[in-house]
């Protein structure tokens, strides 16, 4: 089979002419950290997306925890159904706004590939136990520029503009919070920042219902009247006030549905976030992790990643644990700290 010449050319021209004159375009990427050929038929963020996609550590997303730990439920989110349910919804957008579709997939689909097992409970133990600190959209970046890897060597060698899209996409808060500083370089990053917080308020809404800690009837009412009572209501609202409101500018909301969306966000921190049903599990999983990174520490293996050159036990250490889904977490636990029964 053999593909016409030029046809990705004839893409990149596509976006030259349909697109907004400030998204990104394909054509104009700032690089790889490695130059590589163009392929026929893909784009440079086309391939991004796909090679992120193809990852290891994209597959491991499905037995994270996004909030409610290592869930046996079938219907909870876990960190992969957050990213696809992040990644529809900045696509939706991304495309209504006439900003470039396939770099906003690839930056929604890589931006939690860094995040730990148990969700932000795995994080803040790996914040206080490394030196260096952590954030997991820097670990994120460290997965597809170094751990990940391919024949070609280790990373994924993706764009600037994704890798700058991975690193900045936890800043969505500058958005809701109305700053301008601290954001993704790209129209398209920023948008996922935003994207990411309107997944996570709504699904969490709806987990935290099945779960009994609230009912609808908690949410606030000033939100609800703005933007609805369920979570395609309240989707819809936010995407159409965010599309609306970033038309012909930065990316924002119109005032009317950001501040009902800021309401519905700090309802979810005071009442859902702290709950004691959460914390008792939370405080459960921290233990846990610090002492399998401790452990790690002075016992390094390479299960999940290799170590790379010049890295420190501590940093393997990091690595491993970042790495791990909740099961094998568990799993790992429970061989190194709870005795074997001998057989017969």
Known sequence: MTVAPLLREQFEEREKQTLRPDAARAAETRGRPSAEPEHPYRTAFQRDRDRILHSKAFRRLKHKTQVFLAPEGDHYRTRLTHTLEAAQIARTASRALFLNEDLTEAIALGHDLGHTPFGHAGEAVLNELSAAGFQHAEQSLRV???????????GLNLTFEVRDGILNHSKGKSVLEGR??????????????????????????????????????????????????????????????????SRSGPIGFEPEVLKATNVLRAFMYENVYPSEAINREIQKAKKLLRELYLHLVDHPV??????????????????????MTDQYALRLYRHLFFPTAWGE
Not at 149 to 154: D, F, I, K
Not at 210 to 230: F, H, K, N, Q, Y
């Open 180 to 245: 301008r500083a601290e954001r993704a370089s790209t129209f398209e990053g920023v948008l996922v920042s935003v994207c990411d917080a309107i997944a996570y308020i709504n699904h969490d809404i709806d987990d935290a219902v099945r779960a009994g800690i609230i009912t609808l009837e908690d949410l606030p009412g000033e939100a609800v009247t703005v933007l609805g009572s369920s979570t395609s209501q309240r989707i819809d609202a936010m995407l159409t006030g965010l599309i609306d409101g």
């Open 302 to 323: 390479d299960d999940i990643y290799p170590a790379t050159k010049g890295d420190s036990a501590q940093r393997r250490a990091v690595d491993m644990v970042a790495g």
């Open 144 to 154: 597809v520029d170094l751990l990940e890897t391919r024949r070609a060597g280790p």
